[in-house]
């Protein structure tokens, strides 16, 4: 659980993070999307009482920043931007060494707990500079786990990483969703942010807006629908733009796309009018906006 | 306590893989003890040195016990000359243990994980503070033993030893060196601030050493007597320094300083 009250930190001249104010109930995971210098990993190293806010409050799993620091940093997890392992010791070591920071009761337990987890028990006595980026990272996020933390921050937790490793990130991110803990995830990977977060937080300086990515979409640009026929042209395509629900229509090859209010309701609509028109329909669908979009226009505008 | 206790063995299991710090903490102590043990064992066998107290400074002469042979004089200036290079022990392993183990972590970029554990800087500080003070003070005091016991084989005339036991060289060894360690920690955690390779840090770090320097030239030349005024003026200034050493590297050493201002 995270909440904050115009949270704000000031670098000498420059505003990295203003009035941010944030509801983070338990078990959500929020996305925290923003471009670079957005103020992402500076508003996480608020929350997890590594620097203090210039102004504002905050509090995580119910503790005040700046007055139960010790009590956040125990209840928290962190994965920082860059896994920070150390590169001479072995994953194994380097897991103990955290658990016992973290006063995790049975070291062996959770150390042996979280390197199966992640699948990295054939390796736990390699040093850790013989690991890949992937597999470090892997091992950045089991420490985050170690003490079973609440609530876990992730900064870019899939940031420099190819495809199938991403894939397994999200699916651990996944799996540790399911045991209802808070994740705060810092990306600008918006597919990411869309398949795993349950609201948005679109950010630059500012909060721009929270929603769930589904609105986010809708919110924007209304919805996209693609009508597929077998011969289209101009004139089908100014029937359906003439529409009054329809914000926006276009020819491309045979297709005719049409921004519309409520797909729902005026769909049936707009097939009569061009089957009434003589075109022959195949289908219709639904196009989904990336999320990208939704977030370059919404950065633009911030 | 346990923090502390984790921070410690993580210092001794990461930096005694580093080379220059392996070195600088065996060879040093190893060297500095054998080279005033093999001059004992040169001198004590080539027979008459009473000549020889022409060469020494005037004041070393008069500060020289009457009932000393020119041998024995030479002896006891010789290896004070050395003790005092001994003294460079708790300066430079301090030194390079700490540099490697704080840029090391700057350089890895572990400082911010480590920061977000329910650690308090003060632990931490603490923590590596003392691994890089236990090893300096085992080597120093070690090789101060091994210097004892070797020279008690090697020397017919146990007045000379028990000069080298003297109040003197137990304030060096026993409440300077300590000191001179604590300021050697402090002084290379303010370098390692504003430093981002290990190696230059503990070059610069070094330069906690170059008193100790002229404390050999200077009696070398005469200028300086070792007598306890003189230990225990040092080791009130030493402590002076430390705390404003101290002072220094505890304001540095603080959560956000190092989060937004070590780079
Ligand atoms: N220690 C610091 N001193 C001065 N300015 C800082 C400091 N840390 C961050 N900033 C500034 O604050 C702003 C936000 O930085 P921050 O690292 O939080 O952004 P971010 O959203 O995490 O970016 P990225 O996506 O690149 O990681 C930037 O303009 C940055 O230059
Ligand atoms: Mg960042």
Redesign the interface.
């Known amino acids: 659980m995270i909440t904050t009250q115009n949270l704000t930190k000031k ?1 000498d001249q420059i505003t990295a993070v203003e009035n941010l104010s944030l509801d983070i109930p338990e078990g959500e995971v929020f996305g925290f999307l923003g471009p670079n210098g957005a103020g992402k990993t500076t508003t996480v ?1 608020m929350l ?1 009482s ?3 806010p210039t102004k504002g409050n905050a509090t995580v799993n119910g503790f005040q920043v700046g007055e139960h620091d ?1 009590d956040i ?2 209840s ?1 997890g ?1 994965l ?1 931007e ?8 072995s994953a194994e ?1 380097n897991l103990e ?2 658990a ?4 995790v009761e049975d070291v062996q337990g959770q150390v042996e707990k979280y390197l199966r987890f992640l699948g990295l028990w054939d390796r736990r006595l390699d040093v850790a500079a013989t690991f890949s980026k992937g597999m470090k990272q892997k091992l ?1 996020i089991a ?1 985050a786990l170690l003490h079973e933390p609440k609530t876990l921050f992730l900064d870019e937790p899939t940031a420099g990483l190819d495809p199938e490793a991403s894939r397994l990130v999200r699916e651990f991110i996944l799996e540790i969703k399911q045991q209802g803990r808070t994740i705060f995830i810092c990306t600008h990977n918006l597919d990411e942010a869309d398949r795993l977060c349950d609201r948005i937080g679109v950010f630059k300086t500012r909060l721009v807006v929270v929603d769930s990515p589904v609105n986010l979409r809708r919110q924007v640009f209304g919805r996209k629908v693609v009508f597929h026929l077998i011969q289209a042209d101009q004139s089908l395509v100014d029937k359906i733009a003439g529409h009054p629900h329809v914000s926006e229509a276009n020819l491309v090859e045979n297709k005719i796309v049409a921004t519309i209010e409520d797909p729902e309701t005026h769909n049936p609509e707009l097939i009569r009018i061009l089957v009434g028109e003589g075109a022959d329909v195949q289908f219709i669908g639904e196009l989904r906006r990336s999320l990208e979009d939704v977030y370059l226009q919404l950065v633009k505008n911030a | 306590m346990n923090k502390i206790n984790t921070i410690i063995r993580k210092e001794w299991s990461e930096v005694f893989k580093n080379r220059m710090v392996l070195f600088t903490t065996a060879f040093l102590p190893l060297i500095l003890t054998a080279i005033p043990l093999g001059i004992i064992y040169a001198t004590s066998r080539s027979g008459d040195f009473s000549g020889i107290t022409g060469d020494l400074p005037q004041e070393f002469n008069a500060f020289c016990p009457e009932n000393f042979s020119g041998g024995d004089c030479f002896q006891v200036f010789i290896v004070s000359q050395f003790m005092i290079m001994f003294m460079i022990i708790p300066l430079a392993i301090p030194a390079a243990i700490s540099s490697y183990s704080i840029v090391g972590e700057k350089v890895n970029r572990s400082l911010e994980p480590l920061l977000a554990t329910p650690i308090t800087t003060t632990e931490l500080l603490v923590g590596k503070s003392l691994s890089a003070i236990i090893p300096a003070l085992i080597a120093t005091w070690a090789g101060f033993t091994i210097f004892i016991i070797g020279s008690w084989f090697m020397i017919a005339n146990p007045v000379v030893i028990g000069n080298f036991l003297d109040t003197r060289w137990l304030i060096a060894i026993f409440i300077i060196g300590p000191l001179m360690a604590l300021s050697a920690v402090s002084f290379s955690i303010i370098v390692s601030s504003r430093v981002n390779d290990p190696r230059v840090a503990e070059q610069v770090s070094m330069i906690i050493i170059l008193p100790v320097l002229a404390v050999f030239f200077g009696q070398m030349a005469g200028i300086i007597i070792l007598n306890v005024t003189f230990m225990l003026v040092s080791a009130l200034l030493l402590g002076l320094v430390d705390a404003g050493l101290v002072y220094l590297s505890i304001h540095l050493f603080q959560r956000e300083t190092i989060i937004t201002r070590w780079k």
């Open positions: 670098f190293r997890t590594l620097i203090s010790i940093r125990r928290v962190l920082t860059t896994p920070g392992m150390y590169d001479n010791l070591r060494i955290y016992s920071l973290y006063e950045a420490r």
